[in-house]
């Protein structure tokens, strides 16, 4: 049975087009809504019939994080876009907001790693700090989905159990003090919309991801057809390595997936980093994170309404390294 979610996207969807990961890349944005037939008007962008779904992770990692910051909340309250919260959203505000109970924390520790993944937006702030300041209490007002009856829209993972059970798209102030524990059932329910299904590698074993960073899990896809292997499961930009992707999987694991069934709404993603030409990854599932920052593709895809995703609605920019 579908279960029936709170429809927060007032908007034709065959009138809508979204757009992926853009982490700063604030002038190849620019390019791909003049692309689109975005227009800037009386200083924000806009279409005359349109408008543009971002799938968040507008921070981090690129050269103009800012800009790019500037021009989607201006399209945001100017009624011409809409905004999710990605994974890097909720790693900043985290990282950058004290926890109200323990003087010296913050709701997401300051270690090494948490600081390299936030670096180049704390950089481009330096000089801002109430301006950062005011984005961050922008952000955490960000919904976590969004959804019609044409169409849905997350970061990393449509889980509607979990959506069904917040009864809001929004994170409250005690949910967000809430990621603090990473145990707590709020913190893992906005991981599994934000950052997906995070599974750990068989056997104790671990890999060097192209970031250069250690992992002993992966992340999965959560869409038919049932999987056999570890690489059947797998869905990241690094391939698992050959000897565990071959592996049977274990069938514990099998009991940990959500899967989002064809018969659903078009569905619309990130955060994945796929690589090559844009096209679906279901028949109703489209991935649009096509790696910008690391001069890949920025994508957007003309939602024309119908329940197929269709590779000819793709359109794109290449990013000028």
Same mark, same amino acid.
């Given at each position: ?193 934000? $950052? !997906?299904?995070?599974? %750990?590698?068989?056997? &104790?074993?671990?890999? #060097?991801?192209?970031?250069?960073? =250690?992992?002993? /899990? ?56 796929? $690589? !090559?030409?844009?096209? %679906?990854?279901?028949? &109703?599932?489209?991935? #649009?994170?096509?790696?910008?920052? =690391?001069?890949? /593709? ?24």
């Amino acid at each position: 049975m579908t279960l029936q979610v709170q429809y927060n996207l007032d908007h034709d969807a065959a009138r809508l087009d979204v757009i992926g990961d853009i982490h700063g890349c604030a002038l190849t944005l620019e390019r791909l809504l003049i692309k689109l037939g975005y227009s800037k008007r009386r200083g924000v962008y806009s279409h005359p019939s349109r408008k543009i779904v971002f799938v968040g992770d507008i921070v981090d990692r690129g050269p103009r994080i800012r800009q790019a910051l500037a021009l989607v909340r201006e399209m945001v309250e100017a009624g011409t876009a809409y905004l999710i919260l990605g994974n890097h959203e909720v790693h900043a505000y985290c990282y950058c907001t004290a926890h109200p109970s323990a003087p010296g924390n913050y709701l997401r520790p300051h270690t090494p790693r948490n600081t390299a993944i936030v670096a180049e937006t704390l950089e481009q702030f330096a000089n801002y700090n109430d301006e950062w300041s005011d984005y961050l209490r922008w952000m955490a007002r960000l919904p976590l989905y969004l959804a019609n009856e044409q169409m849905r829209v997350v970061h990393a993972c449509w889980d509607a159990a979990i959506i069904e059970g917040r009864g809001s798209d929004t994170v409250s102030p005690s949910q967000w003090v809430a990621m603090a524990d990473p145990g707590s059932d709020d913190a893992q329910a906005i991981k599994r919309l934000t $950052s !997906g299904i995070d599974l %750990p590698l068989p056997n &104790n074993t671990s890999m #060097l991801s192209a970031d250069g960073y =250690r992992r002993t /899990r992966f992340r999965a896809r959560f869409w038919p057809p049932v999987p056999e292997h570890y690489n059947d499961l797998a869905f990241q930009p690094d391939p698992l390595p050959p000897e565990i992707g071959s592996l049977p999987l274990d069938p514990k694991l099998l009991e940990r997936l959500v899967v989002y069934d064809s018969a659903e709404p078009p569905l619309f993603l990130g955060h994945y980093w796929l $690589s !090559g030409t844009p096209e %679906p990854v279901a028949s &109703n599932i489209a991935c #649009l994170d096509y790696g910008a920052v =690391r001069f890949g /593709r920025l994508a957007a895809y003309r939602h024309d309404g119908k329940q197929t995703v269709n590779p000819d609605n793709y359109v794109w920019v290449y990013v000028d390294p």
